[in-house]
Antibody, heavy 124, light 107 residues
Framework: QVQLVQSGAEVKKPGASVKVSCKAS????????IHWVRQAPGQGLEWMGW????????DYAQKFQGRVTMTRDTSISTASMELNSLRSDDTAVYYC?????????????????WGQGTLVTVSS | AIQMTQSPSSLSASVGDRVTITCRAS??????LAWYQQKLGKAPNLLIY???SLHSGVPARFSGSGTGTDFTLTITSLQPEDFATYYC?????????FGQGTKVEIK
């Protein structure tokens, strides 16, 4: 069965960096994009960007440009998201999610499998 | 970026009620919209994609409709396990954007 298993909770100081990993299993890792979404405490969902595990190509939300780097290691079917220059408002649960698709009369994309989430706390 | 405006932000309903949540896009997105359910402390679950297609395993009491800028998620006969927060997500273009969420609470 498809699973995305994320790394454990992190506590970081302002200005530091954090790297969250997402290990995929149960499907061909290079066939599906991985997206990252975060959720601040008590808040809604915020889309951060994606990585194509096959090519390594990425696209980031403008808000995170220059601070986020998404990478992958195909040898261990793992995607990672690194966020730099952390601030207190980066405190959130970070999710990875697989972008599925269906090609009917049109192609539809969706996030069909999600990791369990990784809580990143930024505090001095 | 396309803005997604979801309403209401919260609602109270009883088991068996019919519930409707709406999502409006700031520009036309065809039918490239999905709906997700999120329970407290859990990752979101996909309900609907392509505005109206039911994801595998999702109960038929969930349905979606709409095209262009206005979309609706309907839950017929609300069940106890449906009390959760619901989000729309446009996948028409990047950056993908979520609505702000609708919390469905027990009346």
């Amino acid at each position: 069965q498809v699973q995305l298993v994320q790394s454990g909770a992190e506590v970081k100081k302002p200005g530091a960096s954090v790297k969250v990993s997402c290990k995929a299993s149960g499907y061909s890792f290079t066939d599906y994009y991985i997206h990252w979404v975060r959720q601040a405490p008590g808040q809604g969902l915020e889309w951060m960007g994606w990585i194509n595990p096959n090519s390594g190509d990425t696209d980031y939300a403008q808000k995170f440009q220059g601070r986020v780097t998404m990478t992958r290691d195909t040898s261990i079917s793992t995607a990672s998201m690194e966020l730099n220059s952390l601030r207190s408002d980066d405190t959130a649960v970070y999710y990875c999610a697989r972008r599925g698709w269906i090609d009917d009369s049109s192609a539809y994309y969706y996030l069909d499998y999600w990791g369990q989430g990784t809580l990143v706390t930024v505090s001095s | 970026a396309i803005q997604m405006t979801q309403s209401p932000s919260s609602l109270s309903a009883s088991v068996g009620d019919r519930v409707t949540i709406t999502c409006r896009a700031s520009q036309g997105i065809g039918n490239e919209l999905a709906w997700y359910q999120q329970k407290l402390g859990k990752a979101p679950n996909l309900l609907i994609y392509g505005a109206s297609s039911l994801h595998s395993g999702v109960p038929a009491r969930f349905s979606g409709s709409g095209t262009g800028t206005d979309f609706t998620l309907t839950i017929t006969s609300l069940q106890p396990e449906d009390f959760a927060t619901y989000y729309c997500l446009q996948d028409y273009n990047y950056p993908w954007t979520f609505g702000q969420g609708t919390k469905v609470e027990i009346k």
